[in-house]
């Protein structure tokens, strides 16, 4: 049993009413359950955690040693796009993480198209709306395997 965290930036706890043509009608709430239905069917815990603040988001990732968490699926959402302090967290806690989006960020507006987690990330996953997080997930498991803490 690996604990897997689950980590989402700003405004997406505002999923289910927000841009639904965009990012879908399901809530943060509905995602994470079935996620924690996929993660228990291969015999892994979920952390989950959101905010919409950049100091929040740092804290839980500098935390993420301590909790024994073995690999971070990071939804960073606007932070994306401008967060050096996010990016340099992340290389402190030296956890394996895979970014993912929603929405497909590189069909989207030119700003969207940078990154400041690709190329720090195992993966990249984006666009295929909730089912980005199960897909994150699955390519997180042999990554388990190879990263096991003592
Ligand atoms: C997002 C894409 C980001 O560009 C945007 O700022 C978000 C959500 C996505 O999941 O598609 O808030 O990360």
């Given amino acids: ?6 980590i989402n930036g700003p405004n997406l706890n505002m999923l289910g009413t927000r841009e639904p043509g965009i990012y879908g009608s399901q809530t943060l709430k509905d995602i994470e359950n079935s996620l924690l239905q996929l993660a228990h069917q291969h015999g892994h815990d979920l952390l989950f955690y959101q905010s919409n603040a950049e100091h929040d988001l740092v804290n839980n990732v500098q935390q993420s ?3 024994e968490v073995a690999v971070i ?3 960073p959402a606007a932070f994306t796009h401008t967060s050096v302090a996010l990016r340099d ?8 993480f895979i ?4 929405s497909n960020v590189h ?3 030119s700003f969207r198209q940078h990154s400041y987690f690709s190329d720090i990330a195992k993966g990249v996953i984006c666009g295929f709306g909730p089912k980005s997080y199960e897909l994150a997930l699955l390519a997180a498991l ?4 190879k990263t096991p803490r003592d």
């Avoid at 049993?1 to 689950?6: D, G, L, P, Q, Y």
């Avoid at 967290?89 to 394996?96: I, K, R, S």
């Avoid at 970014?99 to 929603?102: P, Q, R, S, V």
């Fill in 1 to 6: 049993m690996a604990i897997i965290s689950v």
């Fill in 65 to 67: 040693r301590q909790n």
């Fill in 73 to 75: 699926l990071l939804n």
């Fill in 89 to 96: 967290a992340l290389l402190a806690c030296d956890t394996p």
């Fill in 99 to 102: 970014e993912l989006h929603l």
């Fill in 107 to 109: 069909a989207r507006e």
């Fill in 142 to 145: 042999p990554l388990i395997e």
